[in-house]
C-alpha cells in the first residue's frame, strides 16, 4: 500500500496550493502522519507533522506558512501551502512519522515561479 499525495501545480511566489495525501484506514488512524519535500540532488526532509490527536509541528522553514491536517474519517492528510516562495519547489511526498520506505508514493510536484 503506497500513500499518494495530490494537489501540486504551478504557482506565482505568495500564492496557496493545497496538498491531499490519501491513504488505507490501518494507517490513518493509528501512526502520526507528515508531509516531506524533496528537492533534486538533496535528501528528502520532513516539513510537517501531526500526531493522531491533532497536535501539529513544522520546520523553521515553513513555519507560520503550511498548516498541516487530517481528516481520520476520509483516511486523509492534507497540506495547506501559503505565501509560497521558489525555495519550496520541490516533490512533496506525505508518510507516517517514523517514515515506512514501503508507503512512499510518486509524490506530487510544487513549482513555484513567476
Known amino acids: 500500500v503506497q500513500l499518494q499525495a495530490s494537489g501540486g501545480g504551478l504557482v506565482q511566489p505568495g500564492g496557496s496550493l493545497r496538498l491531499s495525501c490519501a491513504g488505507s484506514g490501518s494507517i490513518f488512524s493509528s501512526k502520526n502522519m507528515g508531509w516531506y519535500r524533496q528537492v533534486p540532488g538533496k535528501h528528502r526532509v520532513a516539513i510537517a507533522e501531526?500526531?493522531?490527536?491533532?497536535?501539529?509541528a513544522y520546520a523553521d522553514s515553513v513555519t507560520g506558512r503550511f498548516t498541516i491536517s487530517r481528516d481520520n474519517a476520509k483516511n486523509t492528510v492534507y497540506l495547506q501551502m501559503n505565501r509560497l516562495k521558489p525555495e519550496d519547489t520541490a516533490v512533496y511526498y506525505c508518510?507516517?512519522?517514523?517514515?515506512?520506505?514501503?508507503?512512499w508514493g510518486q509524490g506530487t510536484l510544487v513549482t513555484v515561479s513567476s
Open positions: 501531526i500526531t493522531t490527536d491533532g497536535t501539529t
Open positions: 508518510n507516517a512519522v517514523p517514515f515506512y520506505s514501503s508507503l
